[in-house]
C-alpha cells in the first residue's frame, strides 16, 4: 500500500493537483524557463516600445507610457479573474492549493493594478490636461484596486485562517461583477477614456509597430506573474506546513 501522499497523486484530478509535491515538481520545471522568457520578454518589449516604435503623430513620445500602463491594466483584470476562479475552487472544493494560490496572487493583482492606476494618470496629465476625472473606466479600476485591499484585509481579519479564507473567497467571487464593467465601460458609457483599440470586435485598431511591442510586453507581464506566484505560493505552503506543526505540538 502506498503513502496517503502517493495516493492522492495517482487518485488524478483535483486532489490530485492540490498535492504539495507535485506542485514542487511542476513548480521546479516551469520556474527557471518562466524567469528567463520573462527577463528576455521584458528587455526585448523594453527595446521595442521604446526605441523600435515609431513616434505618435498626436502624441508624441508621451504615448510610450502606454507600453507599461496597458499591460499592467491587463494583468490587472487577469490576476482579479484568476483569483476568483481559484476562491470559487476553494470554496466549493476545498482545494487547498486554489486557496494558497489565490492568496498570493492578491498582492500582485494589486501591485498591477497600482501601475495601471499611476501611469493611467501620468498619461492622462498631457492628453486630457488632468490627472484623474471620475469617469466609469478610471472608477471601476479604483474599485478593483480596493476588492484587492479588502481581500487581502479579510484574510487577516480572522483569528482562524479558514474563516478568513471563506470570507476573503466570497467576497473575490463577488467582486468579479465588476471585471465586465471595467471590461466594457467606455462602450456602454460615454466616457474621457478612449475605447478600447486591442481587445476588441473587428480586430485590433492599433498600427502593428505599437501593436507588436504591446503583445511582447504583455507576455513580459504575464510571466513575471508566473515567477511571483510560483515564489508566493512555496512560501505559502511553508507558512501553512509551520501552521500545521503548531497545532499538532499544541495539542501533544
Known amino acids: 500500500m502506498g503513502s496517503p501522499e502517493t495516493t492522492s497523486v495517482q487518485a488524478g484530478g483535483l486532489q490530485g493537483l492540490s498535492n504539495p509535491l507535485r506542485f514542487q515538481r511542476v513548480a521546479d520545471a516551469v520556474l527557471p524557463w518562466a524567469a528567463g522568457g520573462c527577463a528576455i520578454a521584458m528587455l526585448l518589449g523594453l527595446y521595442l516600445g521604446l526605441v523600435w516604435a515609431p513616434v505618435d ?28 476562479l481559484m476562491s470559487l475552487i476553494g470554496f466549493v472544493w476545498r482545494h487547498p492549493l486554489a486557496e494558497v494560490a489565490a492568496r498570493a496572487s492578491a498582492p500582485i493583482g494589486a501591485c498591477f493594478t497600482a501601475i495601471a492606476l499611476f501611469t493611467g494618470s501620468v498619461w492622462g496629465k498631457p ?12 472608477t471601476s479600476v479604483l474599485l478593483l484596486f480596493f476588492l484587492y485591499l479588502g481581500y487581502i484585509a479579510l484574510h487577516d481579519a480572522f483569528e482562524d485562517p479558514n474563516r478568513g479564507a471563506r470570507a476573503a473567497s466570497i467576497l473575490a467571487v463577488v467582486g468579479s461583477i465588476n471585471l465586465p464593467i471595467i471590461k466594457f465601460s467606455v462602450d456602454w458609457w460615454n466616457t474621457l477614456h478612449q475605447p478600447a483599440s486591442v481587445l476588441r470586435i473587428g480586430g485590433p485598431k492599433i498600427d502593428p509597430s505599437m501593436l507588436w511591442p504591446l503583445l511582447v510586453m504583455a507576455l513580459a507581464f504575464k510571466l513575471y506573474y508566473v515567477v511571483v506566484l510560483i515564489l508566493r505560493m512555496r512560501s505559502g505552503l511553508i507558512d501553512r506546513r509551520i501552521h500545521s506543526l503548531r497545532l499538532s505540538a499544541g495539542r501533544g
Open 127 to 138: 492628453m486630457w490636461g488632468t490627472f484623474w476625472v471620475w469617469d466609469a473606466r478610471l
Open 57 to 84: 503623430y498626436q502624441q508624441g513620445d508621451a504615448y510610450r507610457i502606454m507600453f507599461v500602463h496597458v499591460p499592467a491594466a491587463w494583468m490587472a483584470m487577469f490576476v482579479y479573474g484568476a483569483i476568483a
